[in-house]
């Protein structure tokens, strides 16, 4: 699989906190604020996987095994936007979402944010 990464954009990675001591409803609320912030400039990047299921396949393997996933520390919850996640290379599951998110959003196609709960209580995972 071929992806020629230097059309991502640029990241100079600033951590910024948003909340201090957040709750679940603030990392969703960061989660969907980071989505709604789409860079044109990555749609540039977003050619390279064609919207099909074929081309969503691909995309699926790049994320996953071009980006390291790793959970954020205990107490801490970064979330990344795909220029920043690129440049990092690693992130958990909200970072690689946003990731694929703009993605989707480049090629027009509608999707869904899902945050689950494997038991019942706060969500865990998107």
Request: aromatic letters at 12%; proline letters at 5%; glycine letters at 6%.
């Amino acid at each position: 699989m071929t992806v020629d990464t230097s059309k991502i954009p640029h990241s100079d990675y600033i951590e910024e906190v948003y909340h201090e001591d957040g709750d679940t409803q603030d990392i969703i609320d960061v989660v969907l604020a980071g989505d709604a912030e789409i860079d044109p400039l990555f749609c540039e990047f977003a050619r390279e996987f064609e919207p099909t299921k074929a081309g969503l396949r691909k995309l699926w393997r790049f994320v996953r095994f071009q980006v390291e996933y790793k959970e954020d520390p205990y107490g801490i919850q970064q979330i990344k936007l795909p220029a920043a996640l690129w440049k990092i290379a690693r992130g958990d599951c909200k970072s690689k979402t946003i990731f694929i998110n703009h993605i989707l959003q480049c090629w027009g196609m509608d999707y869904i944010i899902r945050f689950t709960a494997p038991d019942s209580g706060d969500y865990k995972h998107v």
